[in-house]
């Protein structure tokens, strides 16, 4: 085997084999082959030309656009482009809302996603991070208790839509509860919906976390559950908030709203080519087949003694930690005493059938020499 055949088998098995990740499997972008002999960029805003025209910026408006419209808004008053990822997008919010005022308090939970507290160092931000319930889920009375030490300064709430975890949802009920009991003036709702950006608007009941429900901006993750081969994510907000922060370039003759320079145009493409294949019913079933395969799994496990749960309806099921041997040959992720299975697309019956086995094997290990 040639050094590129050896990388590519390795990478090739381990996609295969891990159970923990909340990253799609089953794409297939061989089509854009040719594009690989092009360099391609989106330099600058989405919605601006630049001088330089070798973009898929139509394309990506296209996407924006699909998004804006299942997180039940229109392109007529959100914003938004192809970021690098979740983190990324997560980012713009939070830059956003420090711009839209003086000097906020940043209000998280301790169930947020690590790359929020540096998001937050980068941007100097103020912050307070938030209990959370046993699920994952934000606990609203420490938040309310946190919140009226500091009702004169503005808001910001961080809020997750999924956590990575657990896959637990922040309830903007009782947020906009201690809103309006506490009277703050100014605040500014960021969902992070890294992973159930695309699958929350199909959930029933719906989760309220979209654009209907008054939020200011939100990040979805593109290789999670649509998947692809690059990491790429979507952010999405309130017009008014891009328009705050524009600026123009001469240079480029762009108008300069992202957060980097020049800009990924392949991806736009994977994310296009999906929704043009699949559109709204197709993210659906795909929804629908994961959640039956996530209770499958909880199912499963629970038949073999195991402490195993969902939030909901969630495609994550949650279990204690097995040995380090079982975690590694899985690739699954795990936190304190628990460990986790995403049920993404791609993943087969089979695999977790698989797991179930070994896993047995290793109770009935330790109940003999117990
Ligand atoms: C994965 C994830 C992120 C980070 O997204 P990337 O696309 O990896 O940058 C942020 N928040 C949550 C809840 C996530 O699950």
Not at 130 to 150: A, C, F
């Amino acid at each position: 085997m040639t050094e590129i055949e050896q990388i590519y088998s390795r990478i090739n098995e381990n996609s295969s084999s891990f159970l923990g990740y909340p990253l799609a499997k089953d794409f297939n972008y061989k089509e854009f082959a040719p594009f690989l002999n092009l360099c391609i960029n989106n330099v600058g805003d989405p919605e601006s030309p630049s001088t330089l025209a070798i973009d898929t910026k139509d394309v990506e408006r296209e996407v924006v656009s699909f998004f804006a419209d299942i997180l039940s808004s229109s392109i007529k008053d959100i914003w938004g482009y192809v970021t690098n990822g979740g983190t990324e997008g997560n980012l713009y919010g939070l830059y956003l809302a420090r711009e839209s005022f003086n000097n906020p308090i940043v209000y998280y939970s301790e169930s947020t996603h690590y790359s929020v507290k540096k998001n937050l160092h980068l941007l100097n931000l103020n912050s307070i991070v938030v209990r959370s319930q046993p699920n994952g889920e934000m606990d609203y009375e420490d938040l309310e208790n946190l919140i009226t030490l500091n009702r004169d300064k503005p808001a910001v709430f961080f809020l997750n839509i999924g956590t990575t975890m657990t896959e637990a949802i922040d309830n903007i009920d009782q947020v906009k509860r201690i809103i309006n009991k506490y009277a703050i003036k100014d605040y500014y709702i960021h969902c992070d919906a890294a992973f159930l950006g695309c699958i929350a608007p199909f959930v029933e009941p719906k989760p309220k976390f979209d654009f209907s429900e008054g939020i200011d901006s939100i990040s979805i993750s593109g290789h999670k559950f649509i998947g692809g081969p690059i990491p790429c994510g979507i952010v999405l907000a309130k017009r008014k908030h891009r328009n705050r922060i524009v600026n123009s370039v001469s240079y480029v003759g762009t108008l300069d709203t992202t957060i980097t320079g020049s800009r990924n145009g392949l991806t736009p493409l994977f994310l296009w080519s999906f929704i043009k294949k699949n559109g709204k019913k197709g993210l659906i079933s795909r929804a629908r087949k994961s959640q039956e395969l996530a209770a499958y799994t909880e199912e499963r496990l629970k038949n073999i003694g195991i402490n195993a749960w969902r939030n909901n309806d969630a495609l994550t099921v949650v279990f204690d930690k097995p040995s380090a041997k079982l975690l590694k040959k899985y690739q699954l992720a795990s936190e304190n005493n628990i460990a986790h299975i995403i049920c993404i697309p791609g993943l087969e019956k089979v695999q977790i059938d698989a797991f179930i086995e070994d896993y047995k094997k290793e109770i009935l290990v330790s109940e003999v020499f117990a």
